[in-house]
């Protein structure tokens, strides 16, 4: 184990460089593996469609705080988390496998509501839960998901395909499940650090909605169909749409041009963001676990797309040596950079 | 949370009732799902040939100790406790995603050590790494793993059409992995409580690879393709031999009839489990971790099997009034009962 070494953090590299780092050296053997790491789902050749695979794994005390998370949103969660990431591939999910460790704190009725949230999502988003395993934890709830999408061959979206020019997109609206936490995390320190029983979430339901039960954009990659779109580039905001961004045009080696002022932020986050001094736009930018899409379409589709209210373009990409810039209100432009939420800090949430 | 009503242990249920208790009601929706949980896999149509997914939950303290777990083995032996699953429904694996929630106490080159487990697994049994996530956990180490592995569709095989007098095999030897655990259970113990630094292993060096070096039997299905046997039935034994044969006569609606006698037990295990005063066959019947094959051939196919030095006859299956039987030494039948590990319960190795 190394232990005469001097040891390095976890955190120094980060959860993206890690990955890099761990899993750069692995080949790919097989015809059928199309695409392996390095985007929100892995693309596998199964004939005639292409079947894209996602895993993500939400751990109690780093993804979730089981005192203001109510058991069967938490599941129903877990599983939009990873549609998500299928919906990013312009793929339509099938089928869901669901892992959970558990710890003796929890009974059966507990794991019950977890299901409960599980099989609302798989209802709501028409997907089969085929598979899992249950296991007891000496620690904490861990919930493991693998989300499997079908996708005809002709219509699926990477990460890498933004050429210069390209319209960026983004559906719906950022930074709500942002402040959403906040004010969870705000309410949670009141109550355990003076005794307040009654949280006082005001009128903010849309922000809290957005943090505990939030939905994926099923609709979005319907919306693209009828309208015979298929992005260019595609991602899901997960972790903030500044480390998106950094994704896409680093992966397409290109740059972009973002304006602060197309940037869709609702009105009640806005509000939410100013009662805690937090500027809204660095809530869109930063603040994770929007599941939004984010992606880019030729300029010449800019008519179709601006007609579609659910979607706003916020900016084109460019050139790769432009580098990644955001035009703030004030017309100054600044460097785009990451700050997105990092499963590898030492920050919890 | 029903904090009112009376709660229900998990341990009241057992980890397979547990699952069928809680996904018992998910409907299936889609075609593409031919077989969803209830098999060491799930089966999807993927056109020309089915696609196989399983996947599986290692949590720290309850599947595994770092104290004499080497990290390298770790990775491993999650990769191989997958491709048995694969194995089992006589699928080639050739995918796998790995996620890891990763402790504090642990540091960039331990990560490099369990990733280096999986690299070796992945270059033996010739699969892909192609996905996963990395994140970091308040507690312990999890590892969840999914493999996907592709067969003809003529080919596959389930645990449920096991046929009356039908031979029962089973490949390698069974209870090595479980007196290995006992051994390094036993070192543990002295190290911790008695402060002896050097454990003694003996010579058992074999019982104690086959707990941490575990293999999948790759070369059991290759055999089989060979020889044109298609088992009628098939399960990994990862749970006791006990625990699989009465999936298998459940599933199928069949009893058996096994021999103690033909139970393949090594030299090495016997003698370790006489040290420790447990009867060689308990240890075969109901310890865990083997990743053997256990499964059914008509009996027409007897002088192939027979022929096959891998692969041991252990018994044969009956009509399902007949009940499952195991014929003792002594000549005395007793009922086969399920006492295998089970996750959900309170002991922990």
């Not at 953090?9 to 059928?32: A, C, Q």
């Not at 005192?67 to 339509?92: C, E, F, Q, R």
């Not at 892992?99 to 507990?110: C, D, G, N, P």
Request: net charge negative; charged share 20%.
């Amino acid at each position: 184990m190394h232990q005469s070494k001097k040891l390095t953090p976890l955190s120094s590299l980060g959860e993206f460089k890690l990955i890099e780092h761990l899993t750069g050296n692995f080949p790919i053997r097989h015809v059928t593996t199309i695409k392996g790491i390095g985007d929100d789902a892995a693309i596998l050749d199964a004939g005639d469609k292409y079947i894209v695979v996602t895993t993500d794994l939400l751990v109690e005390g780093i993804h979730f705080n089981l005192v203001y998370t109510p058991l069967k949103h938490l599941g129903y969660k877990a599983i939009i988390a990873n549609l998500s990431d299928v919906y990013a591939m312009n793929a339509i999910p099938q089928q869901v496998t669901v892992s959970i460790a558990v710890s003796a704190k929890l009974y059966v009725e507990h794991l019950e509501e977890i299901y409960a949230g599980i099989k609302l999502a798989c209802e709501k988003y028409n997907v089969d839960l085929v598979g899992g395993d249950t296991t007891s934890s000496m620690t904490g709830l861990t919930i493991s998901v693998t989300a499997i999408g079908w996708v005809n061959k002709n219509k699926v979206v990477l990460r890498n395909q933004a050429h210069e020019n390209d319209l960026i997109c983004v559906s719906g609206d950022l930074g709500a499940a942002y402040m959403g936490l906040q004010l969870l995390e705000r309410e949670r320190r009141l109550f355990e650090n003076e005794g307040i029983k009654q949280p006082d979430f005001g009128s903010y339901s849309y922000v809290l909605e957005r943090q505990l039960k939030p939905e994926a954009r099923k609709d979005i990659i319907e919306i693209l169909e009828k309208a015979q779109i298929i992005p260019t580039a595609m991602i899901d905001i997960s972790d903030g749409l500044s480390s998106e961004l950094l994704h896409i045009c680093k992966q397409s080696q290109k740059g972009c041009l973002v304006y602060q002022q197309k940037v869709p932020i609702a009105a009640e986050t806005e509000k939410c963001a100013n009662e805690f001094n937090i500027h809204p736009v660095t809530a869109a930018l930063n603040g994770g676990e929007d599941y939004e899409l984010l992606f880019t379409v030729p300029l010449s589709q800019y008519e179709i797309v601006a007609a579609i209210p659910q979607i706003s373009i916020i900016g084109y990409i460019t050139e790769s040596n432009k580098g990644c810039r955001l035009v703030l209100d004030s017309g100054e432009e600044v460097d785009i950079v990451a700050q997105g939420w990092n499963a590898m800090s030492n920050e919890t949430h």
